[in-house]
């Protein structure tokens, strides 16, 4: 295989820049949780950051081209030194972006001597509310406002005398009486027990507020009343009760809710060490008179309430309870979203000019191929060796990541600035003739506008797919059996090492294949993909369904880079290169966070639920894109083999002095179908 020699120090560039890409990304989720955000928060950061990402190709790609001397017939740079300090800025202002995460203070500051503040839920016919342990050296309880609504999410829910803080009801053996109520998660109802029949109640069966029900009694010895957690909704006019049914059967019950300031006594010894904060809205829950009696006979002190634990009280979706933790303050919040949202704007920017300097330096040849996929294997080389050797040096800390990261970006800065090999001297206009003849007109080079916006949406739609996984996929890792760094450096190697090959002969696959098969292909890998997710269980096997990013990223990034090479004028070089950019890692990463952030909402119960949704969807999207592509796309898309003018234009005669020569066609892909890619 022969290797450029001009090549290589692009070629170490590119190594170096994809290698501290995998050094750091793959860890942020990990680090905003470290720093104490939520789930909500961590979502909503990285979405946010994503959709502010789109300034930087926004504003390089046209600047790029501009300097080029591309536009009004400017100038035209012969070194392309613009190019390569405009690169080199990226890395480095990203460096120092990324350093400043680490100045954001942790949020919340955790009472050192008894950990996370310990909460849970009771509720009984008079209404609701959240029992929450007291700060250390803090005499006062949160002052909420009932305005502000959050969600609570409850779980082994049963019949009590009072409650703590810390009251938990774990039950690890089935029932052996009969139970006449649905247990799934989310069941709506409001039943009525009645020993006579035996057959189950009607889900969901909602009764008007003016509606009074009697609560269950135990008047059957082989029935007993199961906790019915009601509140009340819709308008004001049209208020209508509906009650959660909590069974040992049941998952975690998700409650929207908002609090009142703390009720208290604090002048009792016995409750001025917690606070207890009732729920705002109408809540109540059913408290059979069979069941106090119980209660109470055993207990003449006896306070009857149904008790809750609350799952993940400070780090699910749209947490309610965060805001109340020790110490907890919006700034670092505000300060990890303003910061990374200007982080994220160089590396994406560094990517579109590191495809541009691609695709101008590898020049296609009159077969139509440029050695573009074996630049790209050496990114990939570096993405496979750096997320697992920073997760086995630093066990996945930011700390490690970002020196790596440093590191890494520094070198690839330095070698821009001071080589003088790379060929990125503008392109030359013949790249786009296709089917034409070298001495005919830009001119009378067809217009590509319809295929670039339907190459947008493709590849928007992908990047959805991809990031809903990528995003957050630390989190999932984390929370499976054996779980490990490493594992989450490893799920970036399982696919870029065996990548290294394909992309060697990326351009040939691609030729062979067609584009878009290729991206029909991954489409059908992600309703596999999204599929594997939901079976798989134990963290090391997690490896498996990554091997398919070899399709779904690195040969799908080849092929966007040589498809819009094809389809965007030279002048545009730099601003084609920046569409797939914004499609798949800005845009893309903003909607696929927001919505594979859904499958942490209530984790793991939303998880599967998320993922067959995406599945679902991905394989509908697979069918029509095959189906629009194959009976009306191919046919729109395959260029026709222009000829050359009779008689031949002026330019081609002055070729030749008698005014008889024949003008030489470039066809790309000469020795399999003249005159096209297979598109």
Known sequence: MRVNPNLISLKCVIFLFFGGIGSIFPFLPLHMNDIGLSKNDAVTITAVAALVATLGPLIVAPLADRLAGNFSGGTRSKSGKYLKVMIAICLLLSVLCYWLLTT?????????????????FTCNENGGYILQDRCDNEEGCYNWNSDKQGTVLVKNCDFTCGATPSWTNEITTEPSIIETTS???????VYEENPDDWNPPVEAEILPADVSTTPAAVINQGIVPIPHMCYMTGPSDNRIQICEVYTVYSETIAFELSLRPNENDTHSNESNNFCR????????????KEVINNLTSENIDCEPVIACEIHWPYNNTNSLLERSQCGYDNISYYLYILIRSIA?????AALVLIDTAIVIATRETSTGRGDVGKQFAAGALGLAIFPPLVAWIGDGTYLAAIITFTILMVIAAIILLFDNQMPLSPPEWWWHTRCGLLALPMSSIRKYGFEVIALGIVFFVLGIYWNSIDAFLPWHIVKLDNPSAIIIGLSYTVAALPAVVFLIFAEKIIDYCGHSNILILCFVYYIVHHLALIVIEIAPLILVCEILEIITLHLMWV????YLRHLVPRKFTACGQALPVIAHFCLGRYIGSLLGGLAYSTYPDNFKTVHKWFSATASSTAIIYFTAYHCYLK???????QLPPDPAPSTVQHMNGNGSYTPLR????????KGHFRY
């Open 104 to 120: 954001i203070p942790r949020i919340p500051k955790r009472p050192e001597k008894r950990g996370p503040l310990q909460a849970s």
């Open 183 to 189: 247990s799934s998660q989310g069941d709506e109802a």
């Open 277 to 288: 904060y009732p729920i705002a809205t109408d809540f109540s829950c059913r408290m059979p």
């Open 344 to 348: 994220d704007i160089f590396p994406v």
């Open 559 to 562: 092929t966007a880079v040589l």
């Open 635 to 641: 046919f729109y898309c395959i260029p026709p083999t």
């Open 666 to 673: 470039v066809y790309h892909n000469s020795s399999s179908k």
